[in-house]
């Protein structure tokens, strides 16, 4: 069922790739954070004809990038990182990266270092159907955007919309824009429990 | 004699060619200090370079290798090029695309100028008073070859292990010469671990008695010195996994071990084999040299760092390691990732899943195979949209 989807999906770009378009200046250099067989990277590089570089662990999806014509590192996150200068990015960008990582406070921080805007995003917990699933079947949700069971799946973080804001506020980190959306079209109103994902851009914080 | 039926993919039979460059007064200046001229070098080249000469890649073999990268000098030829796994119609460089050059070395002993070399002004061999070379004076070589073949910039230069390190040299020596490097299974600097396994190699040579102090060219050369040196590298060439799924203890033709000092176990048989094989095609003083050279490389000498010495490339980087390498282990090819992002010099990297060791790169490898033909494929396009 989930593959059958995701070969639907993949003529038209992604919902949360669109909006990342419209967000990215033209020319501008990205770094993008776990950006596997480097979907989005080439979208930007046809569209907004970014300079962009891609770090990925997977060695598949390392050749995949490769065929496409995208640079790309191949390794953790924590390697890839720390060696870049404050700055160095216009974008960091931190797609659905963020619940797979150990340690993303500290991660965060580095993205601030290195980017002069963070765009992040990850599927929100609060979501209704997990909260329905939670609360009344007890059960840890799977759902559409969380399809996996709970002793397999590479998530390891579980947070809402609501922890994430909490989040930026207590780290003071500015949220300069925020789209929530439901199976691909915006939300509205309600973000914490109609969206099943959210994007959030972040200023980049050279002091951080 | 035996004809073998040369493969369709293979670049076929090959004519290697000499060139003598460097002619007094011009001679080479060295590193060291020291001049060295004339040079002869023996080089090859496959496919056809371009009217616009744009498709010229430069490859660089590592210690034992030479010029001899691809196809058969005769259909009775034993073996092919020592990577013709990666070069040829269709192959990682492809020879119906790019128009491919390999040439010997400075302080080799295959027909570039080296310590077994006549000295014209003594008429007699080189031996020890042949000049200490360095990495960068090879490339200073390689140069005059590029320049005589009369091209101005090579799309790629590309090698394993020493030849990885002679493509960064290219790249920081002639920044405006060259479009793309592919360094492999490489470092920017040679360690200690490293420099300790070349002078076990170096002492078991001039420990034998017949070196001389390299003047041997007349007598009877150190053989034995030679194939130790050669089998302290083939163990560093290979890795655990590697030797023990080939060899594991199995022994050499007898039911039990002798309790003696005959040879019990294959694979004490299989490094005697191949240390023996190399003396039959390399030049006991020209390992010395070159394990010298391979010794004093360190890329940041004279710049303060890394960092700075890459801060005027020009090249863009596909730089590869093989998990179980540990002659230059994926953190060193990690290293030069990190001073050239430091740079913001594009790179891309890959540490290829092997179990090969070191000689992963020089063993039939689709990833590798894959990745470079990709990364060329991008390379070529991308520099002749932005010549025309």
New interface residues.
């Given amino acids: 069922m989930s593959s059958k989807n995701s070969e639907s999906r993949t003529p038209a770009p992604r919902y949360d790739h669109e909006i990342i378009c419209r967000i990215v200046k033209e020319g501008s250099r990205v770094l993008d954070i776990g950006c596997g067989e480097g979907d989005l990277l080439k979208l930007l590089q046809e569209r907004r004809k970014v300079?962009g570089t891609g770090l990925e662990v997977n060695?598949e999806k390392?050749?995949e990038?490769?065929?496409r014509?995208?640079?790309?590192?191949?390794?953790d996150i924590d390697?890839g990182l720390a060696?870049?200068?404050d700055q160095?990015f216009d974008y960091v960008i931190l797609n659905e990266t963020m619940q797979e990582i150990h340690k993303p406070a500290l991660v965060l921080k580095e993205t601030m270092r290195v980017g002069k805007q963070v765009i992040v995003s990850f599927p929100n917990f609060g979501h209704w159907p997990a909260r329905f699933q939670l609360f009344f079947r007890g059960r840890a949700p799977k759902t559409l955007k969380l399809p996996f069971e709970w002793y397999e799946g590479p998530n390891i973080k579980f947070l809402t919309i609501k922890d994430f804001n909490n989040f930026c506020q207590a780290m003071r980190y500015t949220i300069l824009e925020a789209y929530y959306f439901a199976y691909g079209h915006p939300v509205k109103f309600w973000a914490n429990v109609r969206a099943d994902t959210a994007l959030f851009v972040l200023n980049g914080n050279k002091t951080a | 004699m035996k004809t073998i039926e040369i493969p369709p993919d293979s670049v076929g039979i090959v004519k290697e060619q000499f060139v003598t460059l460097c002619v007094p007064p011009h001679e080479l200046a060295l590193d060291s200090g020291a001049k060295l001229g004339p040079i002869t070098l023996a080089y090859e080249t496959y496919g056809e370079l371009t009217p616009q000469k744009d498709n010229a890649i430069l490859i660089l073999h590592a210690l034992s290798g030479d010029h001899h990268a691809a196809g058969y000098y005769t259909p009775n030829d034993r073996k092919p090029g020592w990577w013709d796994i990666a070069i040829g119609p269709g192959k990682a460089f492809d020879t119906n695309r790019f128009f491919i050059i390999c040439s010997n070395c400075i302080g080799g002993c295959r027909g570039s100028t080296g310590p077994s070399s006549i000295n014209p002004k003594t008429e007699k061999p080189y031996g020890m008073s042949f000049p200490f070379i360095t990495i960068r004076d090879m490339v200073r070589a390689q140069k005059e070859l590029i320049d005589y073949l009369g091209i101005p910039k090579l799309l790629c230069v590309a090698g394993g292990s020493m030849g990885g390190m002679q493509a960064l040299e290219w790249t920081v020596t002639y920044p405006e010469m060259v479009v793309s490097a592919i360094p492999i299974a490489t470092t920017s600097i040679h360690s200690a671990q490293n420099i300790a396994l070349n002078e076990v190699g170096r002492q078991a040579i001039i420990a034998d008695p017949h070196w001389n102090n390299g003047d041997y060219y007349d007598s009877e050369p150190p053989s034995r010195g030679l194939a130790v040196a050669r089998m302290i590298g083939h163990i560093s060439y290979l890795s655990d996994k590697a030797m023990h799924e080939r060899f594991g203890r199995r022994l050499q033709d007898r039911e039990d071990v002798s309790y003696n000092l005959l040879t019990d176990f294959q694979v004490e048989s299989y490094l005697q084999y191949q240390g023996n094989s190399f003396t039959r095609r390399f030049d006991a003083n020209s390992y010395l040299y070159i394990t010298k050279a391979l010794d004093y490389f360190d890329l940041s000498h004279g710049h303060g760092s890394l960092t700075e010495a890459l801060r005027d490339v020009k090249a863009q980087f596909l730089i590869i390691s093989f998990s179980s390498d540990w002659l230059y282990p994926s953190y060193q090819s990690r290293e030069i990732v990190k001073a050239l992002k430091q740079n913001g010099i594009k790179v891309s990297f890959c540490e290829i899943k092997s179990d090969n060791g070191h000689d992963s790169f020089l063993l039939k490898n689709p990833q590798q195979t894959r990745l470079i033909r990709d990364f060329l494929s991008h390379v070529y396009e991308e520099h002749r949209a932005h010549v025309q």
Avoid: F, K, T
């Fill in positions: 300079e060695e390392v050749y990038c490769i065929s014509g995208l640079h790309v590192l191949h390794g390697a060696d870049y200068p160095s």
